[in-house]
Antibody, heavy 120, light 107 residues
Framework: EVKLQQSGDELVRPGASVKISCKAS????????MYWVKQSPGQGLEWIGT????????SYNQKFKGKATLTADKSSNTAYMELSRLTSEDSAVYYC?????????????WGQGVMVTVSS | DIQMTQSPPSLSASLGDKVTITCQTS??????IAWYQQKPGKAPRLLIGFTSRLVSGIPSRFSGSGSGRDYSFSISNVESEDIASYYC?????????FGGGTKLELK
């Protein structure tokens, strides 16, 4: 069974950073890319970036360059997203989702989401 | 980036109704569109890929069609468990982009 298990909800101070994990199981980690998606409260879905663990390549939505950093650990089948210099605008639910390495496949499995709350 | 214009933003239906949601894209996406269902507090769930391919285990009352820049998603015989928000996603071009969503409510 394919599963993407994300880390727990976070309460963080403005200006701080947070690192979210997404542990994959039930498939070969390097056969798929991992996408990260933001959902602000009551809002729609927004692509943040993608990492292809097979070749350690990342791509980012221009809006999130400098804000998000994606990494992957092939030894533990885990993808990570670090968000830096947090502000209230970063309070949202963040999802990881997998799709094929070479594009042209939809996001088929999603993590359960991590709610990040930025507050002093 | 490809813009996705999804409509309507909200929809009210009675049990047993047929409802249709549309997504118009800013350029041809060659049928690379998917449809997702999202319930409150849950992750989106893939229902349909490549315009009309129903994911295994998804009821046949869900369907999709379209080509070029115009796509639609329908639910025939709406059931109470279908009350949710629905999103389209284009994955023809990077970056992948989502429609704004449609909230389906019971009349």
């Amino acid at each position: 069974e394919v599963k993407l298990q994300q880390s727990g909800d976070e309460l963080v101070r403005p200006g701080a950073s947070v690192k979210i994990s997404c542990k994959a199981s039930g498939y070969t980690f390097t056969n798929y890319a991992m996408y990260w998606v933001k959902q602000s409260p009551g809002q729609g879905l927004e692509w943040i970036g993608t990492i292809i663990p097979l070749i350690d390549t990342t791509s980012y939505n221009q809006k999130f360059k400098g804000k998000a950093t994606l990494t992957a650990d092939k030894s533990s089948n885990t993808a990570y997203m670090e968000l830096s210099r947090l502000t209230s605008e970063d309070s949202a639910v963040y999802y990881c989702a997998r799709a094929g390495n070479y594009g042209y496949t939809p996001f088929d499995y999603w993590g359960q989401g991590v709610m990040v709350t930025v507050s002093s | 980036d490809i813009q996705m214009t999804q409509s309507p933003p909200s929809l009210s239906a009675s049990l047993g109704d047929k409802v249709t949601i549309t997504c118009q894209t800013s350029q041809n996406i060659n049928k690379y569109i998917a449809w997702y269902q999202q319930k409150p507090g849950k992750a989106p769930r893939l229902l349909i890929g490549f315009t009309s391919r129903l994911v295994s285990g998804i009821p046949s009352r869900f369907s999709g069609s379209g080509s070029g820049r115009d796509y639609s998603f329908s639910i025939s015989n709406v059931e109470s468990e279908d009350i949710a928000s629905y999103y389209c996603l284009q994955y023809d071009n990077s970056p992948p982009t989502f429609g704004g969503g449609t909230k389906l409510e019971l009349k």
